[in-house]
């Protein structure tokens, strides 16, 4: 038999009962006391904060709005794109600059005669040995860019297009909500997290490339965020799961550490932002980024000293 929803009181008025709750703060609210929101219905506070906020033009969680939000997704579009034309100029996954700039955790043994292959399981050293081959630095060798570069390194159209296409409808909607740094912190963070991923669960002498990473960050930081205000974060996590399936069905075509990593870093950044109380908001904030920041780049440079 299904129980009835537990009845509270209104928080302004203590003698009425009620099953209305504010969308942003969760008190519960008597009908009197309720201003339909554009998702919900919310408190006298929350209203009245809501509007010193809109005049003092700062977003919900303290950043402010982008004049444009759609201008950040595309200089990040069009960074994706710059990389892909020198790739795709220079041979694409044969070019050098896959293993330069996507993401190896310790490096690989490359043979000289362009064809891409690479003696798995050499360490530098022995590749030196081999007339045929030469080393290629990854993370724990040196080349300790590729935590970022990879995440707009592509190799191939398919790949670059449906990354593009998802930061295009995704990117605009969450710089909406957090304002641009906050964004780009969100994005960046996520990033990390996948190359953290890719450092401890891939094999050492493989490479990953592309944007999945954070673009499953965002997707991570919108279900937070649509849960938290009363979006449809049921559509999102529905798409969520949809791209989770492909990771799988993808097997070793796809990079499901980067993924993982990623999600991981962008639904941890949304609760950074979302988790400190108002009055102490933008402090907690930063001390939240900056720790998982920091606990990032820490979990990547012990596995690149483990693999030095």
Request: glycine share 12%.
């Amino acid at each position: 038999m299904t129980q009835p929803p537990p009845v509270s009181v209104c928080y302004r008025h203590p003698d009425r009962e009620t099953l209305i709750g504010c969308q942003r703060c969760r008190r519960p609210i008597c009908p009197e006391c309720m201003t339909t929101a554009p998702v919900g219905v919310q408190c006298p506070e929350c209203v009245r904060e809501g509007m010193r906020a809109t005049r003092s033009g700062v977003g919900p969680l303290g950043g402010r709005p982008s004049t444009d939000p759609r201008r950040t997704s595309l200089v990040l579009i069009g960074l994706n794109l710059a990389v892909f034309v020198v790739i795709l100029a220079s041979g694409g996954w044969d070019s050098v600059w896959v293993n330069r700039l996507g993401i190896s955790p310790q490096g690989m043994c490359l043979l000289t005669n362009g064809s891409g292959n690479y003696y798995p399981g050499v360490t530098p050293a022995q590749c030196a040995t081999l007339l045929d081959a030469g080393w290629v630095n990854g993370v724990a060798t040196g080349a300790w860019w590729q935590v970022l570069t990879s995440a707009f390194t592509h190799a191939e159209i398919l790949h670059l297009g449906s990354n593009l296409l998802a930061l295009w409808f995704l990117g605009p909607p969450l710089e909406q909500v957090l304002g641009r740094v906050r964004f780009l912190t969100v994005y960046g963070i996520s990033a990390l997290t996948a190359s953290a991923a890719v450092m401890w669960l891939s094999a050492p002498d493989s490479v990953a490339v592309g944007a999945s990473g954070a673009i499953f960050g965002m997707l991570g930081a919108l279900l937070l965020l649509a849960k938290r205000f009363g979006g449809n974060y049921q559509m999102i996590a529905g798409f969520l799961v949809l791209n989770i399936v492909i990771t799988v069905m993808g097997g070793g075509y796809i990079s499901w550490q980067a993924h993982l990593g990623g999600l991981i870093g962008g639904l941890a950044s949304a609760a950074a932002l979302i988790l400190p109380p108002r009055e102490r908001r933008p402090a907690g904030q930063l001390i939240g980024l900056l720790a998982l920041t920091v606990v990032t780049l820490a979990a990547i440079g012990w596995r690149a000293i483990m693999l030095a």
